[in-house]
């Protein structure tokens, strides 16, 4: 972890590029040296910390995940030795093989864990594309309004924190005696729907309840970037004799985009690794386990095989953060004031 | 003759045009305070129906009427009382001393790391900011296999240290971003005056910086706090029933009929969770606002 710390000279050029927001004061460059020494005393902790727990579960379940499970398998009831497996967790992952009686391997039975891999992947995209869809355009529309000048504004602005501030725990149970059979949901809408009893209407409730609990977070950082445009820029517009629908595509929209990027790339990360709410609200059950659910219940059939999957589920975010930073063009640290290196 | 005909008409035009366009100001205004009522009554209606439910009876739990009805106080009574095997007293206990230690650890060791990313100047500085801006981001998924085995070789599993070394995960660098964008705008030019005056670095910044950096820090520990509260994946997996925090045990709170879900008592339980938190987030409104979409814009 010690090889991380501050100023070893490995890469000469990596933290070379433009300063946005370095000290403003002048004669600065005299100070760089005991900055640096500095710099490494006061990022010690943090980088100590931080290598021990992450870095150093993330290496152990990469360690893990080349070995085999011991112990009784599941499926078959036979005692299988540990030891070395090669990429075999991720060949059975991704192949859903489960281990066959006598060796070798078969495709996972329905029903076991196994054999849910790229149902829970589908799910996962699933949740994460509708939610952030639906997040991203009410949490937009959201933000118009709140920064629009109008008596009460604070109110409303007071009141999108509320879903942000409840615990998903609690959303999840608030959500799931809304969508009870007797529920105020199927009276209001006088509708007999068994929310949680089979395939879409479970993944619908999943959807709502996320939406509800997440556009705040969403609105706000939007808002944030709305407040970034000068109302100078509207006005000449507006004196140029544009429509509101030309100054929302022309002006709005384009400014606003550094920071609606990484807005959705924050949603869709945290979509990614969902578990709270669909492990309350349904149990993963009628096809709503995510990635995340189905590493949890893998645990206590197996370590390594758990790991393995951790694993993929990782590389799976991190191939999204990588694509939206690489080609979508959000760039989370320049946005939070730095350039450079960001997420990777 | 045509041109007065034209001007009378170019002037009939525009006074139709303002007048058409006062109506629309009017018409984006209602429509403002329109949308401003849909977004509040999306907002609060599901949290507003929390609260009327943790009041009503249990014989009217499925009561649907919009104001509160058959009030009572026996859910609150019943979300306390053990002896369905519920110990939310306990895991209200547990949340807030293991929040607390989570915040502190994390607000001790982040204010260094923030003070240094704000204010330093040094190589792989970036590196460093997009490698606590990449773990805030982190599954906690790929840390609770490892962790799983570690704590039960080493028989942590259900102890208290199990549940917080991993919050300290994701709640150091929410820190560390949080105080860092919140340090890149505080008024340093008093720093330089404290050092020409002859402060050393330090003495600066524990004299002139701390105190005026303890709003931040403020918000800060409250959204460090909130973010440890809410937590349910790892809790969930490496709690047991005497350590187990207040999410954990309202997603599994058990009733006096084992197939019927308490709904009255837990969403008491619920509002318990919640309302000190509501309170605390609309009287620090702005702050936390700001601290929250500090990181993502600025």
């Not at chain 1, 490995?10 to 004669?27: D, T």
């Not at chain 1, 609105?219 to 006005?235: D, H, K, R, S, T």
């Not at chain 2, 019943?78 to 502190?104: C, E, H, P, W, Y």
Request: charged share 10%; proline share 5%.
């Amino acid at each position: 972890m010690a090889t991380e710390l501050g100023p070893t000279p490995v890469k000469p050029a990596s933290g070379a590029a433009p300063v946005h927001h370095g000290p403003k004061g002048v004669g600065e460059d005299n100070k760089i040296l005991s900055q640096g020494k500095w710099a490494t005393w006061l990022l010690a902790p943090t980088i100590i910390a931080l290598g021990i727990v992450i870095v150093y579960p993330i290496i152990s379940a990469i360690v893990m995940s080349f070995q085999k499970d011991a112990g009784l398998d599941p499926v078959t009831g036979l005692f299988t030795a540990g030891g070395p497996a090669g990429i075999q967790n991720y060949v059975n992952w991704l192949g859903q093989q489960c281990a066959a009686q006598g060796g070798g391997t078969v495709a996972c039975p329905p029903g076991t864990l196994g054999g849910q891999f790229w149902t829970a992947t589908g799910t996962t995209f699933l949740f994460t594309v509708v939610t952030v869809a639906f997040e991203t355009v009410l949490g937009f529309w959201m933000a118009m309004i709140m920064s629009r000048t109008f008596k009460g504004r604070g109110l409303v602005r007071a009141a999108v924190l509320v879903p942000w501030a409840i615990p998903t725990a609690v959303t999840a149970q608030l959500w799931l005696f809304m969508f009870d059979f007797n529920g105020i949901i199927n009276k209001l809408f006088n509708v007999s729907i068994l929310w949680t009893g089979s395939e879409w209407p479970a993944k619908w409730a999943v959807i709502i309840a996320d939406t509800w609990k997440t556009t705040p977070f969403m609105a706000l950082l939007i808002l944030a970037g709305l407040q970034m445009i000068p109302a100078e820029v509207y006005e000449a517009a507006k004196v140029d004799g544009t429509t509101a629908w030309q100054r929302f595509r022309l002006i709005t929209l384009p400014l606003v985009k550094p920071a609606l990027m990484v807005a959705i790339l924050f949603r869709t990360l945290d979509a990614l690794r969902m578990f709270d709410l669909p492990y309350i609200l349904t149990g993963g059950a009628n096809n709503t386990t995510t990635l995340s659910i189905l590493v949890i219940n893998q645990i206590r059939q197996g370590f390594n095989s758990a790991a393995a999957l951790s694993t993929i589920t990782f590389i799976i975010i991190f191939l999204v953060a990588f694509i939206f930073v690489r080609f979508l063009g959000a760039n989370v640290v320049e946005q939070s004031g730095a350039t450079g290196k960001g997420k990777k | 003759m045509t041109t007065t005909a034209a001007s009378t008409a170019l002037r009939a035009e525009q006074d139709k045009g303002r007048k058409a366009s006062q109506t629309r100001e009017k018409w984006a205004s209602a429509r403002t305070y329109i949308s401003a009522a849909v977004i509040l009554v999306w907002c609060l209606a599901p949290a507003y129906w929390m609260v009327v439910t943790a009041f009503r009876e249990v014989g009217f739990t499925y009561d649907t009427t919009p104001w509160p009805t058959h009030v009572t106080l026996d859910n609150f009574i019943t979300a306390f009382d053990t002896s369905f095997g519920n110990r939310f007293g306990q895991a209200l206990l547990n949340s807030i001393f293991i929040g607390v230690t989570v915040t502190v650890i994390s607000l001790v060791i982040g204010v260094f790391a923030a003070y240094a990313l704000a204010r330093l100047n040094f190589r792989f500085k970036y590196l460093v900011l997009g490698f606590i801006l990449g773990a805030s981001m982190f599954p906690g998924v790929a840390l609770i296999t490892p962790l799983f085995q570690l704590f039960t070789n080493i028989g942590w599993m259900g102890s208290y240290q199990a549940l917080i070394i991993p919050n300290i995960s994701f709640v150091l660098p929410l820190t560390v971003y949080t105080l860092t964008s919140f340090f890149r705008e505080m008024p340093w030019e008093l720093e330089e005056s404290a050092r020409v005056d002859g402060c050393t670095q330090g003495q600066a910044f524990r004299k002139v910086i701390m105190p005026l950096a303890a709003p931040a820090i403020f918000t800060t520990a409250i959204l460090a706090f909130i973010s440890s509260w809410n937590e349910f994946l790892i809790a969930s997996q490496l709690s047991n029933e005497a350590t187990k925090p207040v999410t954990v045990a309202i997603a599994s709170f058990a009733g006096a009929q084992p197939n019927q879900i308490p709904y009255t008592a837990i969403m008491a339980a619920g509002t318990i969770v919640t309302i000190p938190l509501v309170i605390l987030v609309l009287v620090f409104q702005r702050k936390i606002v700001a601290g929250l979409t500090a990181g993502a814009v600025k």
